[in-house]
């Protein structure tokens, strides 16, 4: 009897279809929002401006600039400031909207030698290999390899 109050007094309480329906709308549309994501280290055109080659150590690159990215793998002469801006709209793949490396390269002594930026401009398409180094050795099953030891040591004493 109550529920036949509230139906004809308009009281009316929202259906499980409705609010299901509300409830993926709302996560939905929240999904498709624009994320703009900022990673690495773009340092200021005006600290790369004072950059001086024969004036400024390692410290003051340090100092000025903060740590580096990357340092190159066989000799550590080259320093790499590495930032990218990208752009993910909802489960697609990121667009990568902007991307500078600034390299610092220095002499035997530590002092800045010379410097050089790269953008989207001066970017390369790389298609990496897909092949795979073989293993030598045996296709275990995953019950051999549990007990595959079983009776192989022996106890010396």
């Known amino acids: ?9 308009g009281n009316r309480l929202p259906s499980l ?3 299901l329906m509300l409830t ?3 996560i939905g549309l929240s999904a498709c929002g624009n994320d703009v994501q900022l990673r690495g280290n773009t ?18 690159i340090v100092d000025l600039l903060g740590s580096p990215s990357a340092v190159s793998t066989f000799e550590d002469r080259k320093w790499y400031y590495i930032g990218q801006k990208t752009q993910e709209i909802a489960f697609l793949k990121p667009e990568v909207l ?8 220095f002499d035997e002594t530590g002092l800045v030698e010379g410097t050089r930026s790269y953008d989207m401009a001066d970017a ?7 092949r795979t ?10 019950v051999q390899q549990l007990f595959g030891n079983i009776g192989q040591f022996s106890s010396s004493e």
């Not at 902007?98 to 390269?105: A, S």
């Open 133 to 142: 180094t073989p293993t030598e050795g045996r296709d275990l099953t995953l």
């Open 98 to 105: 902007d991307r500078n490396v600034l390299v610092i390269t």
């Open 24 to 26: 993926f709308a709302t």
């Open 1 to 9: 009897m109550n529920a036949m109050n509230d139906r004809r007094s």
């Open 17 to 19: 279809g409705v609010c």
């Open 124 to 130: 390369q398409e790389i298609n990496p290999v897909s």
């Open 43 to 60: 340092p200021d055109p005006e600290d790369i401006a004072g950059i001086k080659p024969g004036q400024h150590s390692r410290q003051d």
